[in-house]
């Protein structure tokens, strides 16, 4: 089974070398990687050469403009030919070198449609430092009404089911992704497996979490995607998710 793992980056290449490195580290052998480049200015292009010959011919890139994080997600989609496709950003990393032969064995149960896990928010200048810890375990469809959502860097599932049932909507700033996994999970109900491991580390202050405006924007894409989606929500039942989040904080590096 082919797996593809799509990168969507822009002038990031001082995390970008870590994201590279994780997935070349994996213990899977039959991985496609694909990096989707917004036509960076920061020496990304001189990265992505340095490293291809490491791949063995099993990485693809390209580079040019785009209308953001989710067009190039959608375009590192479309290029890939794995069976099963992820998405790892590119200021993540996979935090352990058998990522993908666990997710590839969740994936030899032809029941299982999709995959995902837990997820570490680390400090920028501190890599080993978990402030937070995301766990996907008690999620449930019916909690996208409250915010919830599977970590969506952990998130695996077969390709076609984006020929299937459609890819990101650009139309979204923040929460494409929130509204893709409802599509996924909610309305077509893919047949989902968990596994109880941290897939990433993720460095803290993203788009989604940079400051109160982004989490406003944020919030309100997640109240549009659930009603589009026939999920009936509104703003005060989605924000009752941060009192829940306070114990994602507690002890984090014990988990």
């Known amino acids: 089974m082919k797996v593809s793992i799509v990168t969507a980056t822009y002038n990031a290449a001082h995390t970008l070398r870590d994201t590279i490195e994780s997935v070349l580290a994996q213990d899977y052998g039959d991985i496609e990687y694909i990096v989707v480049d917004g036509a960076s200015t920061d020496g990304t292009l001189a990265l992505l050469h340095s490293y291809e010959s490491h791949f063995d011919g099993r990485m693809r890139w390209v580079s040019e403009p785009d209308k953001g994080i989710y067009d190039a997600m959608n375009k590192g989609l479309r290029m890939a030919t794995g069976d099963v496709v992820g998405t790892i950003n590119s200021d993540d990393f996979y935090n352990h070198d058998d990522v993908i ?49 599977p970590a969506h860097p952990t998130f695996f599932t077969y390709r076609h089911f984006f020929d299937d049932y459609g890819y990101y909507r650009t139309d979204y700033r923040i929460a494409a992704d929130y509204e893709l996994l409802i599509r996924f999970l909610y309305t077509y109900q893919l047949h989902t497996r968990y596994l109880a491991y941290d897939f990433i580390k993720m460095r803290t202050g993203g788009a989604s979490t940079s400051s109160w405006r982004s989490n406003w924007v944020l919030n309100r894409e997640i109240v549009r995607a659930c009603r589009e989606n026939g999920i009936y929500t509104n703003m005060p039942m989605v924000m009752m998710k941060y009192f829940v989040k306070i114990f994602e904080y507690l002890n984090p590096d014990k988990r």
């Not at 030899?108 to 375990?137: C, E, H, K, M, W």
């Open 101 to 149: 032969s666990r997710v590839a064995a969740c994936f030899a149960d032809t029941s299982v449609q999709a995959v995902y896990g837990d997820v570490r928010f680390v400090r920028p200048d501190d890599l080993n430092r978990t402030i937070r810890y995301y766990s996907s375990r008690r999620f449930t469809p019916g909690k996208f009404r409250y915010g919830w959502m």
